[in-house]
């Protein structure tokens, strides 16, 4: 057993470099600010959120503070209702004034708050909000950025919101920003082929709401348009618990036609990944809006297909299921084109972070992409990066502990091309071709 000095120097050294190491966060919800931010006065809808009201109307303070308030008359009507200030007001006072933070999202807008030199138990928000609207954009964005050592924020791109698909085709060649980069997600192809189609056919794309291969085709001719458009690093999609790839009694599912017949061709011939997200149950409460998604474990057997069908297609998979990862370990074995990557959603808490980086760790070495901030509102970053580049750190110590213990010698230099790996090169060297 290496001795206790060794022990600590070695956590010391993995806590060093992983703290230097620049991220590229590959999945959030974050925009450039040439997509109209919070406060720029534009008075368009804004795309990138910042700020301290945006910040606390996070959809995560949504269930919590129902957690609280919602057996006590507030109803999800009367919340909506309120203006933003107002519903932030009433976070801020539920969950940080008359309590003390407990949860992940609490704890983490407190980290957000000091990391940015802010007393964080104000009594009222109106100090906060004087500070960030004196902040200008692009500046907040470089030292947020910094703060949380992000070198490059992944977007999610979406052709089928009636917000960002206009900003695309009207004002495109103004969107462009070195700091971040973009990503077509195309959920409703896959889950929502109603909504879908009747959509594709107002833009000038003739599918039909039966599932047919005339269909496919033009599905294919609509990713091909969007991907010239926006140079996407990688295609993603998100599938419910219930998505089918493999063939059914009914015969076919409508997501094998698309898959086979559009998706997987068109990534092929642009040399993109593919990032499926799968186990979100939409709208289990609808009321709550985007705070009313749950979550169901899914069939990794539908991934498999998949990855078996199309060996030369890289499968980029987050599950959102804790009982899923396990399985999700497997196949990533299995299969060298199922590649890992994240703690998603609700698994984005220090538990299951520790949990599911330990047992990527423990059975696909460092052939994976640990995390991605998921951050829709830009001072996250800063919170979510230091709790996952801690636990992430202490983790990858752990199993070189347990090297050194059975006589393998780790020097700095494996520490850092892990580190680079794990935090950089293993998502990048997928997307290089994207990106050239
Ligand atoms: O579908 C997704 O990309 C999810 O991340 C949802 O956007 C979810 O609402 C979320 O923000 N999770 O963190
Ligand atoms: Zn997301």
Request: hydrophobic share 40%; net charge negative.
């Amino acid at each position: 057993m290496p001795s206790a000095t060794t022990k600590e120097q070695l956590q010391e050294t993995v806590r060093s470099i992983i703290g230097a190491q620049p991220i590229v966060d590959m999945h959030t919800h974050l925009y450039a600010p040439s997509f109209g931010a919070s406060g720029d006065g534009s008075g368009r809808e804004p795309m990138l959120l910042r700020g301290i009201d945006e910040l606390l109307a996070y959809h995560y303070f949504v269930d919590e503070v129902f957690r609280v308030l919602g057996r006590d008359g507030l109803t999800p009507d009367r919340f909506w209702s309120m203006p933003l200030s107002e519903r932030a007001d009433l976070v801020w006072k539920t969950l940080f004034v008359e309590r003390p933070p407990t949860s992940e999202a609490c704890v983490g807008l407190i980290d957000v708050l000091t990391s940015l030199g802010l007393e964080p138990r104000a009594a009222t928000l109106e100090g906060y909000r004087g500070w960030f609207a004196a902040r200008s954009i692009d500046s907040h964005v470089d030292e947020v950025m910094r703060i949380a050592n992000v070198q490059r924020i992944v977007m999610t791109n979406e052709p089928f919101s009636d917000v960002e698909r206009p900003l695309w085709l009207e004002h495109a060649a103004s969107l462009g920003d070195p700091r971040f980069a973009t990503v077509l997600r195309v959920d409703p192809l896959v889950e929502e082929w109603g909504r879908a189609s009747s959509m594709l056919r107002q833009w000038g794309y003739d599918a039909t709401a039966s599932e047919s291969m005339q269909s496919a085709d033009q599905v294919r001719r609509f990713l091909d348009d969007w991907i010239a458009r926006i140079q996407p690093e990688y295609l993603a999609c998100s599938l419910s618990p219930g998505f089918r790839y493999e063939r059914t009694t009914e015969g076919e599912p409508h997501a094998a036609v698309t898959f086979d017949h559009a998706i997987i061709p068109a990534v092929r011939e642009h040399g993109l990944p593919v990032a499926l997200m799968i186990g979100a149950k939409r709208a289990v409460h609808p009321a709550m809006q985007l705070a009313g998604d749950g979550l169901g474990r899914a069939d990794v057997d539908q991934l498999i297909a998949l990855a078996r069908r199309y060996p030369d297609v890289t499968f980029l998979v987050t599950m959102l299921s804790r009982e899923n990862q396990h399985e999700l370990c497997v196949a990533a074995r299995k299969f060298a084109n199922i590649v890992p990557f994240g703690c998603w959603w609700y698994l984005n808490t220090a538990s299951q972070i520790q949990e599911l980086t330990t047992l990527r760790l423990e059975l696909l070495g460092t052939s994976f992409v640990p995390q991605h901030s998921d951050a829709r509102v830009l001072e996250q970053l800063i919170y979510k990066w230091k709790s996952s580049r801690k636990i992430i750190g202490e983790c990858l110590a752990d199993r070189y502990v347990q090297a050194i213990d059975a006589g393998a010698v780790i020097s700095e230099a494996d520490i850092r091309g892990d580190v680079a790996r794990l935090l950089e090169t293993n998502y990048t060297g997928l997307v290089s071709r994207a990106i050239s």
